[in-house]
């Protein structure tokens, strides 16, 4: 298969890897860009796979809630200046409230949904980019109802949002612990809450990792062990240790507080989109001349 310079860039973005290093993987594993990543975490040439948490479109994140139920929404354009548009929020705003206001589930669902002014959100869309010039997506949606507790909302300006389902405590508790997801980003709540394949594939990249250095089967289980431990602290809420107080973990502040989180929801504006910001031709050009250089 040819290895492009587009996949080359690719595997760069999410690896952080050398260019000529990103290209030999891409050749071994004849263009199969996730067997590429893999290989190249084994083997110590990337520490881990950035495509996940590059923030690089923009648009805008909203909340709305009444309490007992929440939505939350994700709106991306193509510029921050648009992003702030009145326009532009004054949309997203209020497809937010028709999805809390609503049984909307998908995105599909939602831009057949007939606004106030008697279009589909579809053809409202359509129209405000007519008005504003810059391309508009609905990307995604969420909508929570807490059977239990409340549910709590942080937002960090508009490009964050979380919403929280807990049970007990107070609303301040809510709050901070929602703040808490905003700036910590756990995958989800508890260990038994982790996706087995998540954790399968982290715990043969440390295996590999492990193995690499030549120890005997009995010290690199302890290793590989040690890094899930590890792994699996940093990735769920309520191991992580408290923002606004780290001698202490989510866990601990619960039981104090004689709570529970039942769940989550956390959106970030361009989570995972690819977005052009630099100009890798010209990186190519001048690794080349660089080689030219010493010969």
Do not use: W
């Not at 796979?49 to 929440?70: F, L, N, S």
């Not at 831009?111 to 810059?134: C, D, F, Y």
């Not at 394949?197 to 030549?214: H, S, T, V, Y």
């Amino acid at each position: 298969m040819r290895i492009t310079a587009a996949m080359v860039k690719e595997l760069r973005d999410r690896t952080g890897a050398g260019i000529m290093e990103c290209k030999q993987a891409l050749t071994a594993n004849s263009g199969d860009m996730e067997a590429a990543v893999k290989q190249m975490r084994k083997s110590g040439q990337a520490k881990a796979d950035k495509k996940a948490g590059r923030i690089v479109a923009e648009g805008t994140v909203v909340i709305a809630t009444d309490g007992k139920q929440a939505a939350i929404v994700e709106v991306n354009c193509e510029t921050d200046f648009v992003a702030k548009d009145d326009q532009f929020q004054a949309f997203s705003k209020c497809l937010a409230d028709m999805v809390l206001d609503s049984g909307i589930s998908t995105v599909g669902e939602l831009k057949a949904a007939i606004m106030e002014s008697g279009q589909t959100v579809e053809q409202s869309r359509l129209e405000l980019i007519a008005k504003i010039g810059e391309n508009i997506q609905v990307r995604r949606l969420k909508k929570i109802h807490s059977e239990q507790g409340i549910i709590a909302n942080y937002s960090h300006g508009n490009r964050i949002g979380v919403l929280l389902d807990i049970a007990g405590g107070n609303a301040t508790l809510g709050k901070d612990i929602a703040m808490h997801v905003a700036a910590s980003s756990p995958v989800c709540v508890s260990e038994k809450d982790v996706p087995a394949d998540l954790l399968e594939k982290e715990r043969e990249i440390f295996m590999a990792q492990a193995e690499a250095g030549g120890k005997p089967a009995e010290i690199i289980a302890k290793v590989v062990q040690g890094k899930l431990r590890k792994y699996l602290k940093e990735i769920t809420l309520l191991n992580q240790p408290f923002v606004k107080d780290p001698d202490q973990t989510i866990a601990e502040l619960l039981e104090t507080e004689n709570a529970i989180v039942i769940s989550f929801v956390r959106f970030e504006v361009g989570e995972g989109i690819e977005k052009k910001s630099e100009d890798f031709a010209e990186e190519v050009r001048k690794q080349v001349a660089s080689k030219s250089k010493l010969r």
